[in-house]
């Protein structure tokens, strides 16, 4: 596996999180939560996912190629779902999203 790529999935994967949860709690606080349900979930879901898969990641499991595989799933999900909200907070989450889909589908490769 190379080191300077897989040093770029996790710090991805770790800014992805962020991303991820800061759009979940604006969402959350914002004034139309029925419209954010899927934005919300997905959030959860992909920030979830990120986590195991950098922490996997950390520890040189033999399953990183399977959970970046599923996390670039995850992260195409939630940047289709937030690229489509005109928020700057789901803005900058489908754009870490992309970011740590491309990544994880390099390592996965």
Same mark, same amino acid.
């Given at each position: 596996?190379? /080191? ?12 992805? +999180? #962020? &991303?991820? =949860? =800061?759009? %979940? ?6 004034? /139309?939560? /029925?419209?954010?349900?899927? !934005?919300?979930?997905?959030?959860? /879901?992909?920030?979830? +996912?990120?986590? +195991? #898969? %950098? ?9 990183? &190629? ?7 799933? %995850? !992260? %195409? ?17 489908? =754009?870490?999203?992309? *970011?740590? =889909?491309? &990544?994880? *589908?390099?390592?996965?490769?």
């Amino acid at each position: 596996m190379n /080191d300077q790529l897989l040093r770029e999935c996790i710090e991805a994967c770790l800014a992805c +999180v #962020t &991303a991820c =949860e =800061e759009c %979940a709690s604006a969402c959350l606080s914002g004034p /139309d939560i /029925d419209m954010m349900r899927g !934005c919300i979930r997905l959030d959860r /879901d992909c920030a979830d +996912v990120c986590d +195991v #898969t %950098a922490r996997l990641l950390m520890r040189g499991s033999d399953l990183h &190629a399977q959970a970046c595989a599923l996390c670039a799933g %995850a !992260c %195409a999900a939630c940047a289709a779902e937030c690229g489509g909200h005109s928020h700057d907070h789901c803005q900058r989450c489908a =754009e870490a999203c992309r *970011r740590c =889909e491309e &990544a994880c *589908r390099k390592l996965a490769a």
